[in-house]
């Protein structure tokens, strides 16, 4: 649905007839590729034409684009192209190209926009042109070098290739400048392993300055190196470059290098640059430059954690994966560096706490990486504590529930402070785990005679002061009071030193006797039944796993319902504790409620459909008790589930998403459902006055959306105004709202208002081919209300000017969602030569002359 308003004295005075086509083949580009045609292309453009195409920077890092002709017919008017031409940013003129020739632009040192202008004269016409455009990243430090001869600019196409120093193996020489160019060769290819057999360039302990190679993501390399490297080929770019550069002084034998393109590695490639992060909200995560792909070196990122509310004075950090480059001298190479100094590398995992400043708002951690070795990097879970300032525990209290990990005190390597009492926790990490290894790598703790005054107590009671030699201990856990060993870390007022830097192991299937497990798999046959979890209702056992499958009762059966009769599970961030899993969509169940009923599908092909439940070795609760019904005719009249959030019967109102202005909750899935409050109600005005869902880069809304007549909204949307239409053959419009497990926002507050003025100026949605002559009214595309236009239609809108100075219209695009294709070949909506298509954000506004 589109709104039309006529602009009056829109005329200027030489404007005595409508504009000319040639106003509409301006093309803005913004993106990294493009192509630009003439009008018309390839069946030739008009007389008279005159074309503006304007590229737009799109990264800091550009400096070039690259143009490549791929079709080129003008008139040209011989040597001097004064008849039908390309004007180029610095002013000439081109009239004539060859197939496949390229050509680079630069942009302006002060400016971030190319200009590029087609014209055509009054008489002959030619097939036109199609050029490709590609903006060059990091074009800024790459000069534009003359051919070499081959010699030094080698490209790799394939998916796997080498290159080489000029004149490997022997020297390279001296004033080298060679680009490498390693293309993408397959459009799966996201990552680039590059395997690095020999490296021996002048070693420049200034930061290799002299002779250097320099990777896509400008860090430097020199001197001598043997290892991998992992370079990540940028959204809307094919290909990646290397520089490497020799001085006039001292040479090396130079390099050989192998590369590889992992096919299928676009996976969840971050954008190139998504370094800084913040969470404003309760729960949250950050990941490394690059995660699960190897962080680049150089990298200095911010990890900033804003207050969820002022109760919030702790947060907890969870540290899924953590793996930097380890360095023995107290993490010097790589490191993420806490809010309080403390620095992390190597192995990490468990949890800490960390404790906002009196009177600050926010904590910053800083990522940094050295010129060398990487790592995979890291995930980390944020969760805000609400109601932790009364009671705000030690900073130095630590956790560790993986196989390995490492413990310090506050501060290490710089001394403690005075009135610590800290605790260190390891749990055990699963049934087959009875051993731990224990090495004091550096123990500097102020001495006494009996460790009264400072020190480090070990769970086996020892405590332990003054300077300790580096020694390895083994425990093994007290299966009868628990799963747990515990360290403590106490100081006196008075004296201090460094503290300690401890390692620990817990090693795998170390029992001397392996546990016992529960028998509690359940085979499902009948039309109803029940599955219950083991002991219900006492509390579930500790490390169980059962299974759970039922197997297709008729061949009709395509849906299975569960109705919760009774649901309590341990809670826990994305569930990862204790859980009900489904085993088709890996969707895990926890908490103390869950909606009535679930109507989940038999997977496609499949005679079964299966659950697992898993406890870990810590909580028990009681547990669940479902019943379960096998749908008979379920595959022709498929069931779905219609859980209702609100309703609205009034003329206006006001609808929330759940514990509005709290965080909503996860997996909700529910509908909000607006009646119609008269016959004459033709649509809604809906109004954001609150809207905080999902994240703004997720661009599909692909995770947490509320969906409005077929259009997910998710993101920050303050503000803005939608109008929805009303379904002629409907009592009743749904809005869809949804959210996935993890990062819960604010939500939403949204004001709907059924409309009743103005429906008469909209076509009828059993219409197509219109004429309007009012001042301002509303276009709907056949069967809008009805969300979906039919196959192989075509409509014309007629627009009548309503004064004689209307020279111009402005088009508001309440909602808009066509088929998207290249050229808009497929559906379109058509405005002169101007063709429409996609999606376009709603409520965008543009004036046509």
């Known amino acids: 649905m589109i709104q039309v308003k006529q602009i009056p004295n829109s005329c200027s005075d030489r404007e005595i007839s409508p504009p000319t086509r040639g106003r509409y083949c301006d093309q803005h580009i913004a993106k990294f590729t493009d192509r630009i045609r003439t009008p018309g292309f390839p069946g030739g453009y ?13 990264d800091p890092r550009i400096c070039q684009v690259e143009m490549e002709f791929l079709e080129f017919d003008l008139e040209g008017g011989w040597s001097r192209c004064d008849k039908d031409f390309l004007e180029l940013p610095d002013g000439s003129r081109l009239c004539d190209a060859t197939h496949g020739q390229k050509r680079r632009l630069d942009f302006p040192r002060d400016g971030n926009i190319l200009m590029l202008k087609f014209i055509s ?11 490709a455009v590609r903006q060059v990243l990091d074009s800024c430090r790459v000069p534009v070098l003359p051919p070499s001869g081959g010699r030094c600019e080698q490209e790799v196409i394939t998916t796997s290739g080498q290159i080489t120093s000029p004149g ?44 250097y190679l320099e990777f896509p993501d400008l860090t430097r390399l020199c001197g001598r190196y043997s290892g991998r490297k992992t370079v990540n080929i940028p959204r809307g770019l094919d290909s990646v470059t290397l520089l490497f550069v ?6 090396g034998r130079g390099f050989k290098i192998y590369v590889n393109q992992i096919l299928g590695s676009c996976g969840d490639l971050p954008s190139v640059g998504d370094c800084n992060q913040e969470i404003t909200s309760f729960k949250g995560t950050f990941t490394s430059p690059s995660y699960p792909y190897d962080y680049s070196a150089n990298q200095k990122c911010t990890y900033t954690i804003h207050k969820g509310d002022p109760s919030v004075c702790v947060v907890e950090i969870d540290f899924l994966q953590f793996d930097i480059e380890n360095s023995r001298d107290n993490c010097s190479r790589d490191f993420l560096e806490l809010p309080e100094g403390n620095r992390l590398c190597g192995p990490i995992s468990g949890t800490r706490l960390v404790e906002f400043p009196v009177g600050r708002h926010s904590i910053t951690m800083t990522f940094y990486s050295d010129n060398y070795g990487t790592g995979r990097g890291f995930e980390l879970s944020v969760s805000q504590r609400r109601n932790s300032c009364g009671s705000v525990p030690s900073r130095c209290g630590q956790e560790i529930t993986g196989v390995s990990g490492r413990f310090s005190s506050p501060s290490f390597p710089q001394r403690y402070g005075p009135g610590l009492q800290c605790r260190y926790t390891i749990r055990r990490p699963d049934p087959l785990t009875c051993k731990v290894k224990l090495t004091l790598r550096d123990v500097d703790i102020e001495y006494s005679a009996t460790c009264n005054n400072d020190y480090l107590e070990l769970p086996d ?14 425990y093994e856990y007290n299966l009868a009071s628990g799963a747990v060993m515990v360290l403590y870390f106490v100081t006196d007022n008075y004296g201090s030193g460094k503290g300690f830097d401890l390692e620990i192991y817990q090693v795998p299937n170390s029992c001397s006797v392996s546990p016992s497990f529960v028998q509690c798999n359940q085979l499902i046959t009948e039309e109803k039944d029940v599955i219950r979890s083991p002991n219900y209702p006492k509390d579930y056992l500790p490390s169980v796993r059962c299974e759970y499958e039922i197997k297709r009762f008729t061949a009709s059966t395509c849906h299975v319902q569960l109705e919760f009769l009774d649901f309590d599970v341990e809670t826990e961030q994305n569930c990862k504790a204790d859980f009900l899993e489904i085993q088709s969509s890996k969707e895990r169940l926890c908490g103390h409620h869950q ?44 069931i779905v589930n219609t859980i209702t959030c609100a309703t609205l019967r009034d003329v206006s109102g006001v609808m929330q998403s759940n514990n509005y202005p709290g965080p909503y909750n996860p997996n909700t899935n529910c509908y909000y459902k607006i009646f119609r409050h008269s016959n004459a109600v033709c649509r809604l005005e809906v109004y954001f006055s609150r809207f905080d869902v999902g994240h703004v880069k997720d661009r599909g809304c692909d995770e947490d959306y509320l969906e409005i007549h077929g259009l997910r909204y998710c ?67 056949p069967e809008y209300r009805n969300k979906a236009y039919p196959s192989n239609i075509d409509c014309q809108y007629t627009v009548k000017k309503v004064k004689f100075d209307v020279c111009a219209i402005e088009i508001k695009y309440n909602n808009f969602h066509l088929e998207d294709s290249e050229d808009c070949t497929n559906d379109y909506l058509q405005i002169d030569d101007l063709k429409v298509c996609g999606k376009i954000p709603h409520n965008s506004v543009r004036e046509l002359h």
């Open 46 to 58: 008009g007389p008279n034409e005159k074309c503006v195409y304007t590229i737009h920077r799109t």
């Open 121 to 131: 004269d009054s008489y002959g016409s030619r097939r036109g042109f199609d050029i």
């Open 168 to 211: 490997f193996p022997n020297n390279y020489g001296p004033n080298e400048n060679c680009i490498f160019t390693i293309r993408r060769a397959d459009s799966t290819v996201c990552s680039i392993v590059l395997d690095i057999q020999h490296f021996d360039l002048e070693n420049d302990k200034g930061g290799c300055s002299n002779d």
């Open 246 to 251: 020799s001085d006039g002084y001292v040479f």
């Open 461 to 474: 009671k020892e405590r332990i002061c003054g300077t300790q030699v580096p020694r390895l201990k083994t």
């Open 595 to 638: 909606q009535p009923t679930r109507v989940i599908p038999f997977p496609t092909g499949s005679e079964s459909l299966s659950f697992v439940f898993s406890s870990d070795r810590y909580t028990n609760r009681r547990g669940f008790n479902i019943q379960v019904t096998q749908l008979k005719g379920s595959c022709y009249n498929p």
């Open 715 to 781: 993101g920050l949307l303050d503000g803005q105004t939608v109008q929805v239409p009303f379904p002629e053959t409907k009592s009743e419009v749904d809005f869809h709202f949804r959210t996935d497990e993890s990062d819960q926002r604010t939500g939403f507050r949204i004001e709907v208002k059924q409309v009743t003025q103005g429906c008469e100026e909209d076509i009828s949605s059993n219409g197509c081919d219109a004429t309007f002559s009012k001042e301002t009214f509303h276009i709907l595309s």
